[in-house]
């Protein structure tokens, strides 16, 4: 196999290809369903799994060294951002996302953390606009440190509420410069263990004024793009305030901040959620609040976050199918919050996975155009809804029918035949597809 260095594109090749560092399915320019391959998928880099995670766990160090020879803070992380956008080349990925601890070494305080900060935002955009990549987004690191251990912006400590917020507003400022069309909150440590210690009305006051801080301070400044929650039910706190798109959406409504804010989504959150990645991607399509994805997958027999690269071509294909009917990304993209196995400690696995991960995610939407074209699926849902496109079902699409109405309506109906859900059918029906080409 080839090494890293000997690498300098990632061809497609095709599905008879076996080359390993060569793209089966992802053919970037291709246009499919009316649009370039890599316009509908936005591929983004996620820092720091990418660059800064080393293979560390909690049972073993790391297994792989990614200081790229440097001791300095600020070289290494220079070398890193020369990595970074390197490898962007190799891949052919147009995007990248980072939390400000990925990108810049974290100084005595928040003053020093800040210059350090924005140091590296300025070597980052000369570096974006040389190899002309693009930001996708931008957050913050407020669940790392130490003083993050009861919360951030639900943290009972208002030391640490400000200090979170500067950290923000830092990022915020980055966004702006280099033209990221996201900000995203993940809820990092804005849960809690017991109620025992906690102020919950208080704790999600709090929240919610951080965010509608957030949207004001970003907006008098010239940010144009979409805020992401990106719901997590729980893990690093048994109960995460963020659970999922439902509550989310319950909280963004509660505190007008639905303009503003959209959903990032997690493949794996949504299982640890105990629903499917589908089911999350819904959820936001029908309340308008679709924006990015981060691609990854868990495992099944593992009730954490395992953050692996995707492979499963079911779940990108319904998640691809999501996207389209959604009508497409817009600020949004789709990222990789992968990373490579433990054991997977060499730079060749890197490229291989994020191979992977893409190449899944373009079957997936090969497979998600072919879903819609071949048809079969949306007409059974149409025709499955079919009684209330006329008559008493027409009357309550359009919300002009009451109790009493129903009521006289019920009364003249004989016995009722209600039309099978052919699941087994509908599901034979997709494995047709995802296997006929
Ligand atoms: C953790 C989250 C995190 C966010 C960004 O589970 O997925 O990586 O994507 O803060
Ligand atoms: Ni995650
Ligand atoms: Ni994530």
């Known amino acids: 196999m080839k090494k890293y260095a000997e690498i300098t594109s990632i061809p497609y090749l095709g599905a008879a290809s076996t080359e390993p560092f060569a793209f089966k399915y992802y053919n970037p320019t291709e246009v499919v369903a009316g649009k370039q391959m890599k316009d509908h998928l936005k591929f983004a880099m996620s820092y720091w799994h990418t660059i800064d995670a080393e293979g560390a766990d909690m049972f073993g160090s790391g297994t792989m060294d990614k200081s790229f020879g440097e001791t300095d803070p600020i070289k290494k992380f220079e070398k890193k951002a020369d990595f970074a956008f390197d490898l962007m080349n190799k891949l052919g990925i ?188 819904r959820t936001a399509r029908v309340n308008g609040s679709f924006g990015s994805i981060d691609a990854n997958q868990g495992d099944p027999l593992l009730g954490w976050d395992t953050d692996q690269f995707p492979t499963n071509v079911y779940d990108a294909t319904l998640c691809m199918y999501e996207v389209l009917k959604a009508g497409g990304f817009t600020n949004g993209g789709l990222n990789f919050d992968s990373k490579t196995r433990r054991s997977s400690n060499t730079f060749e696995d890197i490229i291989l996975s994020y191979i992977a991960g893409m190449d899944t995610f373009a079957l997936g939407l090969r497979k998600a155009v072919a879903m819609i074209e071949d048809g079969r699926i949306d007409s059974f849902v149409d025709e499955r809804y079919a009684s209330f496109n006329s008559g008493i079902g027409k009357k309550i699409v359009d919300k002009s029918t009451s109790l009493e109405e129903l009521t006289d309506y019920a009364m003249g109906l004989g016995a009722i035949e209600v039309m099978s859900g052919r699941q087994e059918y509908l599901e034979n029906v997709l494995n047709n597809i995802m296997f006929n080409n």
């Open 94 to 281: 147009e995007y990248y996302c980072f939390h400000d601890v990925d990108i810049a070494p974290e100084g005595k305080d928040v003053k020093e953390s800040t210059e350090y900060f924005k140091h590296m935002v300025d070597y980052i955009y000369d570096l974006q606009q040389k190899n002309n990549k693009k930001c996708l987004w931008v957050t913050a690191n407020n669940f790392s440190d130490k003083k993050f251990m009861c919360g951030a912006a639900t943290s009972c400590c208002a030391d640490v509420y400000a200090v979170a917020a500067a950290k923000v507003k830092a990022g915020i400022d980055a966004a702006i410069k280099l033209g990221a069309t996201g900000y995203v909150f993940w809820g990092g440590r804005e849960g809690y263990e017991t109620l025992l210690n906690t102020d919950m009305g208080l704790e999600l006051d709090n929240l919610a004024t951080f965010l509608t801080m957030a949207r004001d301070y970003g907006r008098k400044n010239g940010f144009t793009g979409d805020f992401y929650i990106e719901p997590k039910p729980k893990e690093p706190t048994k109960h995460q305030y963020d659970f999922d798109v439902a509550t989310c959406m319950n909280f963004l409504r509660l505190n007008n901040l639905t303009a503003d804010f959209k959903m990032n989504i997690e493949a794996n959150h949504a299982t640890l959620a105990c629903h499917t990645f589908q089911h999350e991607l």
